[in-house]
């Protein structure tokens, strides 16, 4: 694929290394935004922006630990002093284990709101305020459908994560709206990432297909379709909304009936 030139647009992109972050950096790239792919593994990162760029995009790598006050407000001072402004933030970055219920530590539930939610939170803020200059701006923070109901044992932590996610999705659409800025949720079912497999095993997966009307996983390629939407002109009057892409999972109850 050869990228396109560019738009003038910045876009930064959390987790932007691997999986649906990497698929959206991409996007993005291929329709002439400069990019700022951020991650935590800073070496996938600059890997991955040396290939947008070999494909002709406008690519940089950053050192983001969004659950880092302190990394979140030093990335988004760079982005300002190189490029004045920032016009899509996508927040993709997450992290998620598995443990019973009854058995789930305290450390990673919250380690995984630190990262999920406070990390959302803290680099909408800091995007949000170089957006307002321009009256123009757009938030995806990528969700799941296992924050919108729950998706199987032991996702204690993840689900209720995403589930705050989208409802501070709409708490940003509501108080970002006057100065031009939507702020939507993407929520994914089952994609095949490298999340995912590590993650889900043969039986989960075969089992959560069989819930799924289209009974198969997603593409990273399908998610980054629909951030696409969402951060585009087209896109101006649709803020606050939990967007499932979900092969009709959200709307099955019974699927095999």
């Known amino acids: 694929m050869t990228l396109s030139a560019s738009n003038g647009r910045v876009a930064l992109v959390t987790g932007g290394a691997k999986g649906i972050g990497a698929e959206v950096c991409l996007a993005l790239a291929a329709k002439g935004f400069k990019v700022w792919v951020a991650d935590k593994d800073v070496q996938s990162a600059q890997a991955w922006a040396d290939e947008l760029q070999k494909k002709g995009g406008q690519a940089q790598a950053v050192l983001l630990d969004v659950a880092d006050p302190a990394s979140v407000a030093q990335v988004f001072a760079a982005v300002e002093a190189q490029d004045v402004r920032c016009d899509v933030l996508v927040n ?40 307002v200059p321009q009256r ?17 044992k032991g996702r204690t932590a993840y689900g209720t994560s995403k589930g705050a996610v989208v409802a501070l999705t709409r708490q940003m659409a509501v108080e970002l709206a006057e100065h031009g800025i939507t702020a939507n949720a993407v929520c994914p079912g089952p994609v095949d990432t490298p999340m995912t497999r590590e993650l889900h095993s043969e039986q989960f997966r075969g089992e959560y297909a069989k ?40 709307s099955a109850g019974a699927p095999g009936l």
């Open 211 to 250: 819930a799924i009307p289209m009974a198969r996983y997603g593409l990273t390629t399908e998610v980054a379709a629909a951030v696409m939407y969402l951060v585009s002109d087209e896109a101006s009057y649709t803020t606050g909304v939990a967007l499932p892409v979900d092969g009709g999972f959200m």
């Open 136 to 152: 123009w701006g757009r938030i995806v923070n990528i969700a799941s459908v296992a924050g919108l109901r729950a998706v199987g």
């Open 92 to 131: 993709s970055a997450g992290i998620a284990k598995v443990f019973p219920f009854l058995d789930f530590p305290l450390d990673n539930f919250l380690a995984t709101m630190a990262v999920n939610v406070t990390g959302t939170l803290l680099c909408a803020q800091h995007a949000a305020r170089l957006m």
